[in-house]
T-cell receptor, first 115, second 113 residues
Framework: AQSVTQLGSHVSVSEGALVLLRCNYSSSVPPYLFWYVQYPNQGLQLLLKYTSAATLVKGINGFEAEFKKSETSFHLTKPSAHMSDAAEYFCAVTRRLRRNTPLVFGKGTRLSVIA | DGGITQSPKYLFRKEGQNVTLSCEQNLNHDAMYWYRQDPGQGLRLIYYSQIVNDFQKGDIAEGYSVSREKKESFPLTVTSAQKNPTAFYLC????????????FGQGTRLTVV
């Protein structure tokens, strides 16, 4: 079975500092991996996805993530945090070989940005 | 604009009553999903449907029911058998392209009193 583990339920950074949100996956087959962002009382919005085309994936709002097979990781980074980045972030995984397989989500990491 | 519409955004019900949450999409997606979100628990899959007139249970299907009579619609009924129904419910859909990310609605917050 596939799963993702997000390390740290809450991360706090200063405005302008590096953002690093950690995600490790477990999968018996090569996975597809996703990062989503959720603002309060809203749905989820896709930030980026890994499809094996490139290990470093760039997404919206200046975020990027690097797929590291040896570490089974897909950590999300942003060089300089902005106040508007404060939200909850979810890592998700799905099986590579089957269409329309539901995403399996981590428990989320809440990012706070301090002025 | 194409998207997923969930209604209502907020819903209050008395304990013991069934309630139906609406989810409609105009993205022409084949697959639709229902997730439940509780604080600190992430998103947990309730039911999903890959095609009209077919659906499968997810990880926490007990106390819920769904139907998929039309491609655009995937309503979720929270029955009185659901022991703790107060939560934020998210509907999503995905296309047949591969890999297909899920597109989400704005959610329905259900409070049972």
């Amino acid at each position: 079975a596939q799963s993702v583990t997000q390390l740290g339920s809450h991360v706090s950074v200063s405005e302008g500092a590096l953002v690093l949100l950690r995600c490790n996956y477990s999968s018996s087959v090569p996975p597809y991996l996703f990062w989503y962002v959720q603002y309060p009382n809203q749905g989820l919005q896709l930030l980026l996805k890994y499809t094996s085309a490139a290990t470093l994936v760039k997404g919206i709002n200046g975020f990027e993530a690097e797929f590291k097979k040896s570490e089974t990781s897909f950590h999300l980074t942003k060089p300089s945090a902005h106040m508007s980045d404060a939200a909850e972030y979810f890592c998700a995984v799905t099986r590579r070989l089957r269409r329309n397989t539901p995403l399996v989500f981590g428990k989320g990491t809440r990012l706070s940005v301090i002025a | 604009d194409g998207g997923i519409t969930q209604s209502p955004k907020y819903l209050f019900r008395k304990e013991g009553q069934n309630v139906t949450l609406s989810c409609e999409q105009n993205l022409n997606h084949d697959a639709m999903y229902w997730y439940r979100q509780d604080p600190g628990q992430g998103l947990r899959l309730i039911y999903y449907s890959q095609i009209v007139n077919d659906f499968q249970k997810g990880d926490i299907a007990e106390g819920y029911s769904v139907s998929r009579e039309k491609k655009e619609s995937f309503p979720l009924t929270v029955t009185s058998a659901q022991k703790n129904p107060t939560a934020f419910y998210l509907c999503a859909s995905s296309s047949q392209t591969f890999p297909a990310e899920a597109f989400f609605g704005q959610g329905t917050r259900l409070t049972v009193v």
